[in-house]
């Protein structure tokens, strides 16, 4: 899985985000001890069944603005707007449901609801094990995907 895993998450995220108008790209994917990340703001989004893991989304404040004025339509988004953080915690989630939906037809992936991890002083470590992080960018401005998938 761990090879195509990167090619099938860069597809999906192609799919998803054609629908909005932003110019994105991949970047690179780096592979890491931990499953974690240091960016402002994350989405976490766990997966059981016939696979087993977390996907976490991690991005910059100018980067949720962006997303959330996307996924709502307004253009002048508050940081603490509970319903932007919504949208885009639901962004993600649909992100899992395509890109999981490439490893099991029989639908047996459960996705947990998005835990949304805030703060500007912030490093997040999820657990102690091998995952990858994908770097993608969103209008100029990073956007991480960490992942462990077993």
């Known amino acids: 899985m761990a090879s195509d895993a990167k090619n099938i998450f860069v ?3 192609d799919e998803v985000f054609s629908y909005l108008d932003f110019d994105f790209s991949f970047i690179n994917e780096v592979a890491l001890s931990t499953l974690s990340n240091a960016l402002q703001y994350n989405i976490l ?3 059981s069944g016939t696979l087993n893991g ?8 100018k980067t949720f603005r962006t997303l959330a004025a996307g996924m709502t339509g307004l253009k002048d988004i508050n940081e603490n707007d509970i319903f932007a953080t919504s949208a885009v915690a639901d962004l993600f989630t649909e992100f899992c449901r395509r890109f999981l939906k490439y490893f099991s037809k029989n639908d047996n992936i459960f996705l947990t609801n998005p835990i ?3 703060g500007d002083a912030m490093k997040v470590m999820i657990s102690r094990v091998p995952s ?6 969103i209008n100029n401005e990073r956007l991480a995907i960490a992942y462990f998938l077993e």
């Open 11 to 13: 597809t999906t995220f």
């Open 54 to 61: 977390n996907i976490m989304f991690s991005y910059n404040a």
């Open 45 to 47: 989004v766990g997966v």
């Open 116 to 118: 949304s991890i805030v």
């Open 132 to 137: 990858k992080n994908l770097f993608f960018k």
